[in-house]
């Protein structure tokens, strides 16, 4: 039999290796988590549109056939929101056909998004940029109503049901990537 001393001795380097496995199992995931973070490349952002934060103000004005318009009543459900003159001339014609599109490409779900277009003078849309536009309302507003969009009126913007800023697209965007950024924000979402 092994004298009283050995016994203790061995036992006590048996319980340090233990306690420094058990340490070193904790520590793990924190080491490799850290060194996947910053060592690991990681993939591009996953939206196409620019995210944005605050709040659509409440912008007042008319519908093309008189009737009073305010942005309140778009609460409830998503919008597509886009601000140009009535001449629709420039982007104005590939913003309306895009923010078509992508709404149009959410299948069941379009029903959730309303399409805008802010009119921000006095000049009547010609009917071809209304042609075939039968989800599209059509408000008009005074100029400084969208002087305070978060980047400027030359965008295509994306407003929740609550009435928040989401995204910002380019007036020449990317049909598809609008188009998923839109059905990614529809599938999250249960409100609207």
Same mark, same amino acid.
């Given at each position: 039999?092994? #004298? &009283? *001393? ?11 290796? /233990? ?13 490799? &988590? ?8 990681? *993939? ?17 004005? +008319?519908?093309?056939?008189?009737? =009073? ?9 998503? %919008?597509?929101?886009?601000? $140009? ?7 104005? =014609? %590939? ?6 599109? &992508?709404?149009? /490409? ?19 849309? =010609?009917? *071809? @940029? ?6 599209? +309302?059509? +408000?008009?507003?005074?100029? $400084? ?10 965008? /295509?913007?994306?407003?929740? #049901? ?5 995204? @910002?697209? =380019?007036?020449? #965007? ?8 839109? %059905?990614?924000?529809?599938? %999250?979402?249960?409100?609207?």
């Amino acid at each position: 039999m092994p #004298p &009283a *001393d050995a016994v203790r001795t061995g036992t006590s380097a048996r319980n340090k290796r /233990i306690l420094v496995l058990l340490v070193a199992i904790a520590i793990a995931p924190v080491v490799l &988590a850290y060194v996947a973070y910053y060592a690991w490349p990681r *993939d591009a952002r996953v939206n196409y549109g620019e995210l944005l934060s605050g709040t659509l103000p409440t912008i007042t004005g +008319a519908r093309l056939d008189g009737t =009073p318009f305010r942005s309140d009543a778009l609460r409830g459900r998503w %919008a597509v929101l886009y601000a $140009a003159g009535g001449d629709c001339g420039g982007d104005c =014609p %590939a913003a309306l056909y895009a923010s078509r599109q &992508a709404r149009t /490409i959410q299948n069941a779900e379009r029903e959730r998004v309303r399409r805008l277009w802010l009119v921000v003078d006095d000049v009547t849309p =010609p009917a *071809d @940029a209304l042609a075939g536009q039968d989800d599209l +309302a059509v +408000a008009r507003v005074a100029p $400084a109503s969208v002087t305070d969009f978060p980047e400027g009126a030359e965008r /295509i913007y994306l407003v929740d #049901p609550l009435g928040n800023y989401v995204l @910002a697209w =380019p007036t020449k #965007p990317d049909i598809k990537a609008m188009a998923k950024d839109l %059905a990614r924000l529809l599938r %999250a979402s249960a409100i609207g």
